[in-house]
């Protein structure tokens, strides 16, 4: 017979909680807190059948506070090459939105409240003269997003109505934002039109009959039809449905303010040239606008009056630190000299390729040392998209740090060194492919931050 093993002998919870390491956490976050702690960190040694050193569960019960503490939502380098990075959070802020949205997010404001006569007032009053005078439409609102923009139109105005859109123009977006889909849900009935590649202004003469609630357009975002294409343009659909009397109704997707050729880059048609001859304009706030998540529609001050008296309008409202960015960023648009200095998404996406590969070769060394012989680092030439569906096969040249295995045999070594990379305390993300993880600087701003990290990486 031999003898049982010994029983390992775990300190009380109380006693624990009196040991010193533990004063500081018990003092700033609470005895609760601390004590659920030491609860969790005992139990899991116990069904380790482990002993415990006092020291060490001290250790890891401030650890696991640590843990509890930490935001989940934390910021990361987005060095992916994509400017406007849906699961990255899209456009950057400029610091005058952040400050904007500060004040109001720990003041009382007047979100709703007239000054001048002291009566209720009207949310969207902040920012519609504003969007007004940037795009030339007689009204404007803002709802959570362009996807809720799109719902919020067709619902007010196409409810069990029949919708025509171009089969060519039927996308998903990406995120569950399917054309057919959200109209399903509008309440509207989709009356498709044409042909993949080709829709005519006579398929929509056609289409359009007694039971047509608007004509829709839709940018395609992510996707280019290319080769025997045709398209009715926007001049002739506008005029036929005014000749129907039907709002001409356009989704831009993107939705840039300003012509964006003369910054060097694609030429996408502004939402004021499409105002000239839709009724009603959709675009997203945080995508080229740069600002943050809402949707925009601008138009026809009749059409926005029945969108904005919609019920589903009260779900689809923005909040008020929304609104102080949306309007810090568009107050930006009123001094376009300094636009691309001043707003991140447009001094990004205009960053001269030779700049960045300057930074590329300025940084290439240091993260070479750091590296080690872990790995190698190249200067190579590469392109940046605009990403979140804006001029979806339209790239700026930019130059990014490749990193590669010591070996130059990748296997799983450009897996392994992307996952550490994005275990750094912010972490990096890159893009990983053949048989390398490409870091696109064209997005890297704070260059100490992301210098001083590297002796951390795990790799
Ligand atoms: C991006 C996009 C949407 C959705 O906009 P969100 O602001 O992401 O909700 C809708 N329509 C088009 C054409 C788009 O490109």
């Known amino acids: 017979m031999t003898d049982a093993p010994p029983t390992p002998r775990l300190p009380a919870v109380e006693r624990l909680l009196g040991h010193p390491d533990l004063a500081v956490a018990i003092r700033d976050h609470g005895r609760s807190l601390v004590t659920e702690a030491v609860r969790a960190v005992v139990a899991e040694a116990r069904e380790r059948g482990e002993g415990g050193e006092p020291d060490a569960l001290a250790a890891a019960a401030l650890r696991q506070v640590g843990r509890w503490l930490s935001p989940s939502l934390r910021p990361v380098f987005n060095l992916t090459g994509t400017v406007l990075h849906t699961n990255l959070g899209r456009a950057l802020l400029p610091p005058e939105a952040a400050e904007a949205v500060a004040a109001v997010m720990t003041r009382a404001s007047n979100l709703e409240f007239d000054l001048a006569t002291g009566r209720r007032g009207e949310r969207d009053g902040h920012a519609e003269a504003l969007i007004a005078r940037l795009t030339g439409a007689e009204a404007a609102t803002v709802v959570n997003n362009n996807a809720a923009a799109v719902l919020l139109v067709l619902n007010a105005l196409a409810l069990r109505r029949e919708v025509p859109v171009s089969r060519g123009e039927l996308v998903e977006i990406g995120g569950s934002f399917r054309v057919p889909d959200v109209m399903a849900r509008a309440g509207s009935r989709l009356r498709e039109v044409g042909t993949t590649n080709r829709t005519h202004l006579r398929d929509y003469e056609e289409a359009i ?245 590297w002796s951390r990486l795990a790799l």
């Open 209 to 453: 009959g007694p039971r047509t609630g608007l004509v829709m357009r839709v940018h395609p975002s992510n996707y280019e039809i290319r080769g025997f294409t045709a398209a009715a343009d926007d001049a002739a659909l506008g005029a036929l449905c005014r000749a129907r009397g039907l709002p001409f109704v356009v989704d831009l997707g993107s939705g840039s303010l300003i012509d964006l050729s003369g910054y060097g880059l694609p030429r996408e048609a502004t939402v004021a040239e499409t105002l000239r001859h839709a009724d009603l304009v959709l675009f997203s706030g945080d995508k080229l606008l740069g600002g943050v998540q809402c949707g925009i529609v601008a138009g026809r001050r009749d059409l926005v009056a029945r969108v904005r008296r919609n019920p589903l309008k009260r779900a689809l409202r923005v909040d008020k630190m929304t609104l102080a960015a949306l309007e810090a960023v568009l107050r930006l648009y009123l001094q376009p000299e300094h636009l691309t200095t001043r707003l991140p998404t447009l001094r990004l996406l205009t960053r001269p390729a030779d700049e960045i590969r300057a930074q590329a070769e300025r940084l290439g060394p240091p993260v070479a040392a750091a590296l080690g012989g872990r790995g190698t680092v190249a200067v190579e030439a590469c392109r940046s998209q605009i990403g979140s569906g804006a001029l979806p096969v339209e790239t700026v040249p930019s130059a990014a740090l490749v990193l590669r295995p010591p070996s130059g045999r990748p296997g799983s070594w450009p897996a392994r060194a992307a996952a550490a990379l994005r275990a750094l305390p912010v972490p990096v993300i890159g893009r990983v492919g053949d048989g390398a993880v490409r870091l696109d600087l064209r997005t890297l701003d704070d260059e100490d931050g992301f210098l001083g990290q």
